[in-house]
């Protein structure tokens, strides 16, 4: 693909990926107000929390925490509220079995491009959390705190691919998962009295604050914590960047992959008019009737919203967050800029064929016509649709209105938010994905979520997602051990740079500077310079 058909690329760095180099680091900080305490034998690992005790396991020399309460189950009249303190327990809480996953709709077998994204038990009590550790120890680790992805309808922090035994084991991190409400239970918005909207937000920011306070007891710093998210996870992240708390900051560095910072996040009275439609398709009158329904009837409805919601040429979301003036008050870019945001270490990135996850394998979209997808050119570029078009076309003939899509939604709004930090002197590293799937015959490309198992490093946990199917193993994994000993050492220093990669510079103004990760890796300056010069400065938000 040539990314900019009017020049050629400058390159500052080649080199071929080798593999992840061991990191080292001298780990350390503040004691927090959990302790650990020996367990008897050390088979079963115990930490004496403020809530309760947790027994743990030991997993392949990992000390692991599964199914931990970060607050209280949000069913009865907490259904659709603010996530509300967990009461802890009395005696020993058994952690050694993930909790369900939160409801969502579930296909055996999963989709065709990446599987499975969320299997059962799921359970309306679904506030849960999981820590894997060298050691529940006073070490002071580095800690990553991971929130997962999936169209704000699906995931779960207890995915195998999702597991934080790599990077605890290969960083020697403290790493936590999530599960947050999603779909209807996550995103609708009523506008209640005393209830504020965003709940997937209140959960997620009643699980940073429990790692904040409790992160010490599992060998981790409270002062060293790095949110990191793909997809709606990584809008989450952005998100949870403007939370003012008192005392330590929630979190020192943000990774964010492939964020859909083109999204257009609704207004109050915008998603009063999604919450209507919801209302009318389960033919409920209000909140009160909806709380009397079976959480599986509720979900249920999520696939009439699809066909209601969904415009073509858009990749389709009938759940979104709110603007709701309290819990989320700007766009999730604008957060990383100014208040506490601004002073957050950023690494920022997406695929190079986002969209291919969503409509490559569409057969509608496949016989779209030139007419089609001028027009829906014309909703970015206004005038300018038939030259945009011409340079898209150029590019790439056969991918143009994915190519469009993706970088509506995705690319442009990420070099969008590196512009803007670079110019207020709080630059990010930025990246590009590019090595394509041979997998469905070369149609995907670099999709959606291609890079996460790289990013893991555990292509054992994918072997079901069909996207992986055909990759050189070579060139797979010299490429997953370099990514993840750079999002290692991002963690560790708020700087991928590391051995085996060749030099990564920052997102400057000046020469705006883009990692390409493929199987000759390089640093491009102004990777997607034409494209960045062709969008007018207004029309860089795609409207969902």
Known sequence: MTDDPSRRRILRNTGVLTGAALL???PGGPAGTAHAAPSAGGSSPVVELPAGRLRGAVEGGLTVFKGVPYAAPPVGPLRWRPAQPHPGWAGTRDATAFGPSAPQLYREGGDP?????????????????????????????????????GG????????????????????????????YRLGPLGYLYFGEEGADGNFWFTDQLAALR???????????????ITLAGQSGGALSVAALAGARPTGRPLFRRAILQSPPLGLHIPTRAESLERSATYLDILGAKNVAELRALPWPQLIGATIEMFRRTGRWGYWSTPFL????????????????????????????????EEAAFAFALSEPYAAATKEQVLARARDTFGARAAEAYTAYEEARPVDVLMDLIGDDLFRMPGIDLAERRAARGRPAWAYQFDLPTPAYGGQLGAAHCLELPF?????????????????????RDGLAGAVHASWISFVRSGDPNH??????????RGSRTTMRLDSVTAAVDDLAGYWRRLRRPTANRAVS
């Not at 894997?132 to 990553?144: N, S």
């Open 210 to 224: 429990w790692v904040r306070d409790n992160i010490a007891a599992f060998g981790g710093d409270p002062d060293r």
């Open 152 to 179: 704000f309808i699906s995931g779960s922090g207890s995915l195998p691919q999702y597991s934080g035994e790599t990077f605890a084991r290969d960083g020697d991190l403290v790493v936590v998962t999530l599960n």
């Open 321 to 352: 967050p709110v603007l709701d003036g309290v819990t989320l008050t700007r766009g999730p870019a604008d957060l990383l800029l100014t208040g506490p945001g601004a002073d957050i270490d950023l690494l920022i990135g997406w695929t190079r």
């Open 455 to 475: 990013v893991f490093h555990n292509f054992d946990k994918w072997a079901q997602a069909p996207f992986l199917a055909g990759l050189n193993p070579r060139i």
């Open 113 to 149: 491009v990446l599987g499975n994204h969320g299997a059962p038990p799921f359970s309306e009590d679904c506030l849960t959390l999981n820590v894997w550790t060298p050691g529940a120890d006073d070490a002071g680790r580095p800690v990553l705190v991971w929130i997962h992805g």
């Open 24 to 26: 080292s680091g001298v």
């Open 499 to 508: 051995g085996p990669m060749p030099d990564w510079p920052r997102y400057e």
